[in-house]
C-alpha cells in the first residue's frame, strides 16, 4: 500500500468512497477536463475511481487522491502511473500527472503535490525516469512541469494515438527528468 504523503497545504492520501461524488462531478465537467477529448460519465469515473483507488492499496505508488488541508476538500488527484501507448518511443514509461478540479486551479497547489510525489519517486522508489505528457495547448499542466524540474523533450514530442486527427490536443508535448 502507498503511504500517505504530505506537504504544507496538501494531503495526498488513498481514495475514500465520500470522494466519488465530487470525482464524478469535477470529470463531468468541460471547463476541469477541456484538455480532454470529452468529459466522463457517471460510469467511466466510477470505474476510474476503483481503479485508482485499488491501485494505490495494492502498490507503492499510484494516482493519490488529494486533498487541502485547510478544508479537508477532495480536490482530485496528483501521481504516478504505468503508461503504454503503442507506437510511442518512450512508452512503456512511469508518468508523473495531476487532475485537479477547476476550483483550485491558479493556486500552485498541482505544482507543490507533483513536487513532492517526485521528490518520494526518486528518493524512496529509486525511479529514475519519470515523464510527463501534455497537449502542446495546455499551457497550465506545461508550467508545472517546468517548475517541478522536468526537461522539455521536443525530439519526444508526439500525436496521440487515441486521439482523432484535426482536435487541437492531439499533438502532445513530453518532458522528463
Not at 65 to 89: C, P, Q, T, W, Y
Not at 111 to 128: H, S, Y
Request: negative net charge; proline residues 4%.
Amino acid at each position: 500500500m502507498a503511504q500517505e504523503l504530505n506537504t504544507t497545504r496538501l494531503r495526498l492520501r488513498n481514495w475514500q468512497v465520500e470522494d466519488l461524488p465530487r470525482w464524478i462531478e469535477m470529470n463531468s465537467d468541460p471547463v476541469t477536463l477541456k484538455y480532454f477529448v470529452r468529459t466522463d460519465t457517471k460510469e467511466e469515473s466510477e470505474i476510474s475511481f476503483e481503479r485508482n483507488k485499488i491501485f494505490l492499496e495494492l502498490h507503492e505508488f499510484g494516482l493519490w487522491a488529494v486533498e487541502e488541508k485547510e478544508s479537508e476538500n477532495f480536490m482530485g488527484f496528483i501521481g504516478l502511473s504505468d503508461r503504454s501507448l503503442e507506437g510511442i518511443s518512450f512508452t512503456p514509461c512511469i508518468e508523473i500527472g495531476w487532475r485537479l478540479d477547476k476550483a483550485f486551479w491558479g493556486r500552485g497547489y498541482a505544482t507543490e503535490g507533483a513536487r513532492e510525489v517526485l521528490k518520494f519517486a526518486q528518493e524512496n522508489l529509486k525511479i529514475d525516469q519519470i515523464y510527463s505528457y501534455t497537449a502542446r495547448i495546455n499551457t497550465p499542466s506545461i508550467n508545472v512541469m517546468k517548475k517541478i524540474g522536468l526537461i522539455a523533450r521536443p525530439e519526444l514530442d508526439f500525436d496521440h494515438p487515441k486521439i482523432s486527427a484535426g482536435l487541437p490536443i492531439r499533438n502532445h508535448v513530453v518532458f522528463s527528468t
